[in-house]
Structures are given as C-alpha cells and as structure tokens.
C-alpha cells in the first residue's frame, strides 16, 4: 500500500523566497506520486508525477519535485515564489490505478 | 476546448429530496471520477467509471448512484439527500486509470438542509 505525508498544516513564505511543500512516502513496491494544485474556489490540476527515471522532475508552473529514496520524500519546490502560487497543494500516492488525495497543504505567499 | 464541465456549479436541496450532478467531457478520456470534498477530509473518490459501460465504487458510496451514459458524460445522482452530504463535488476525468493525470471540473457545490 502506499501513502504519504505532508507534515506542514500550512506553508507561509515570502513572495520571491524559495517555496517547498513537503511530502514524505511510505510504499511497497515502486511509488507512483503525484503533486496536484487547488487555487481558491477551483478545481484541482494536475502539476508532476514520479513514476520511474530521473529522480528530479519538473512540472508546471515552474515548479519541480525531486524523488528521494533514501529519504522517502518528494518534495515540491519552485526557486521564487509568486503570490498568485497560494493555493492548496496535494501530494498524491496511486493505490492500485486510483489517486488517494488527502487534505493537502496550504501554502500562503506573502507579498 | 471545455474541458471537464460540471452542472450545477451551486444547489440548495431540502433533505429527503433527489438530484443529479452532470459532468461531461470533451477530451475523448476513457476514464471518470466523482470526489467529494470536505473541510479536513480532503477530497474523497466516490465513484469512478474506468471506461464506458463500467462503473466501480470509491471510498464513499453510500447514498450515490452514478451512470456513465456515453464516453463524454458521468452522472451522479443522490436519491434521497441527507445533511451529510453537504459538499463539494468535483468530476474528473483521465485518458485510463494508469495514466494518474486528472483533469478536474470546476465543482457543484451542494447544501442539504
């Protein structure tokens, strides 16, 4: 089974500052993880996924997430943060072809 | 190029009442979802149609039904609406389950009073 964990209720940074939403993992077997983005009163999309190959992938937006197996983790960056990034952001495991999202993270960018 | 569209965007219903949330699609995706999201529980699969003609309960079926009519649309439907299921629920859609990427509509949001 795989899932994962995003450790932080919520994220404040500065506007320009490096942004990370972390996620940690725990899986059998090969993980196939996602990060999906909810801006305010929409509806989720879809930003990266990890499945197999280079462990740094990059998605949209400008944002990247770098999968770590020696510290379980797949944690979502992008170098400058921009106010319009503040949304909720899911770190999303697949469980036998059907996404398990949890609550996700909000991240707010502080101008 | 619309995407995932969800009807209603907004509804009131009284408890014990019926309804049914449409959502289509025009990215000739195969397969679609209904989640269900409430505050502190994340978004929650209620159902899901793999491909036309198949459909396969999620985490939270009870009290939905759903009917995948064509390829393009997904429907869902609460027979007898109960306070619980205030919500809000978005349809997806992907072009198979493997894929992982999930194209969502915009949401219904759903009080029962």
């Known amino acids: 089974a795989q899932s994962v964990a995003q450790p932080e209720d919520q994220v404040n940074v500065a506007e320009g500052n490096p942004l990370t939403v972390k996620c940690t993992y725990s899986?059998?077997?090969?993980?196939?993880l996602f990060w999906y983005v909810q801006y305010p009163n929409r509806g989720l999309q879809f930003l990266l996924k990890?499945?197999?190959?280079?462990?740094l992938v990059k998605g949209s937006y400008g944002f990247e997430a770098e999968f770590n197996k020696s510290q379980t983790s797949f944690h979502l960056k992008k170098p400058s943060a921009l106010v319009s990034d503040s949304a909720l952001y899911f770190c999303?495991?697949?469980?036998?072809?059907?996404?398990?999202f949890g609550k996700g993270n909000q991240v707010v960018v502080i101008p | 190029n619309a995407g995932v569209t969800q009807t209603p965007k907004f509804q009131v219903l009284k408890t014990g009442q019926s309804m049914t949330l449409q959502c289509a699609q025009d990215m000739n995706h195969n397969s679609m979802y209904w989640y269900r999201q409430d505050p502190g529980m994340g978004l929650r699969l209620i159902y899901y149609?793999?491909?036309?003609?198949?459909?396969d309960k999620g985490e939270v079926p009870n009290g939905y039904n759903v009917s995948r009519l064509n390829k393009r649309e997904f429907s869902l439907r609460l027979e007898s609406a109960a306070p619980s299921q205030t919500s809000v629920y978005f349809c997806?859609?992907?072009?198979?389950?493997?894929?992982?990427?999930?194209?969502f509509g915009e949401g219904s949001r759903l009080t029962v009073l």
């Open positions: 899986v059998s077997g090969n993980p196939y």
């Open positions: 999303v495991p697949d469980r036998n072809n059907r996404l398990a």
């Open positions: 990890y499945i197999t190959g280079d462990n």
């Open positions: 997806a859609s992907s072009l198979t389950v493997e894929t992982g990427e999930l194209f």
């Open positions: 149609s793999a491909s036309e003609g198949t459909t």
